[in-house]
Antibody, heavy 121, light 107 residues
Framework: QLRLQESGPGLVQPSETLSLTCAVS?????????WGWVRQPPGKGLEWIGT???????YFNPSLQSRVTISLDTSKNQFSLTLTSVTAADTAMYYC??????????????WGQGILVTVSS | DIQMTQSPSSLSASVGDRVTITCQAS??????LNWYQQRPGKAPKLLIY???NVETGVPSRFSGGGSGTDFTFTISSLQPEDIATYYC?????????FGGGTKVEIK
């Protein structure tokens, strides 16, 4: 059964880099699909961060593009999110998810449980 | 950029009521519109894709419609387990955009 599981530090210092990993079980990420990240600040709505295709092509939210990197690690069957120069505004629940592709980003039909990341000194 | 406006931002209805949420795009988006349910403390769940297609396993009381700029999401008979926030989401030009959400409560 397909499962996505986020991991990473729950607390990040302001101006530092946030790094999260999404471990995928039950499917080989280099076999297909798109893999993405969505975040949700406490009490607020959903914000798409970016998506990576199994080929390595990436797509980003223009508002975050300058600070975001998404990459695949097929040897570990996981994909990662890096967000640089974080501020308190980056405090959020971060979700990883799978996207069947339109092609291109389409919708997320399988989600991880999410990980709360707080930016604070 | 295309803006997605959901309304209302919240609503309260009785069990068994018909509930309708709207999502309006700032320009024509064809049928490139999806709907999610997010129960409190849980990850979002896809309900509807391409405006009107119901995801496998989703109860038949959930439906979607519309095209162009105006879209609707309907719960035909509200159930207690439908308490959640519902989001529309547009896809196009290699971008994804979520609406602001509609919180549905039981009266």
């Amino acid at each position: 059964q397909l499962r996505l599981q986020e991991s990473g530090p729950g607390l990040v210092q302001p101006s530092e880099t946030l790094s999260l990993t999404c471990a995928v079980s039950g499917y080989s990420i280099d076999s297909g699909y798109y893999w993405g990240w969505v975040r949700q600040p406490p009490g607020k709505g959903l914000e798409w961060i970016g998506t990576i295709h199994h080929s390595g092509n990436t797509y980003f939210n223009p508002s975050l593009q300058s600070r975001v990197t998404i990459s695949l690690d097929t040897s570990k069957n996981q994909f990662s999110l890096t967000l640089t120069s974080v501020t308190a505004a980056d405090t959020a629940m971060y979700y990883c998810a799978r996207d069947p592709g339109a092609p291109g980003p389409y919708y997320f039909h399988l989600w991880g449980q999410g990980i709360l990341v707080t930016v604070s000194s | 950029d295309i803006q997605m406006t959901q309304s209302p931002s919240s609503l309260s209805a009785s069990v068994g009521d018909r509930v309708t949420i709207t999502c309006q795009a700032s320009q024509d988006i064809n049928d490139y519109l999806n709907w999610y349910q997010q129960r409190p403390g849980k990850a979002p769940k896809l309900l509807i894709y391409d405006a009107s297609n119901v995801e496998t396993g989703v109860p038949s009381r959930f439906s979607g419609g519309g095209s162009g700029t105006d879209f609707t999401f309907t719960i035909s008979s509200l159930q207690p387990e439908d308490i959640a926030t519902y989001y529309c989401q547009h896809y196009n030009n290699l971008l994804l955009t979520f609406g602001g959400g509609t919180k549905v409560e039981i009266k």
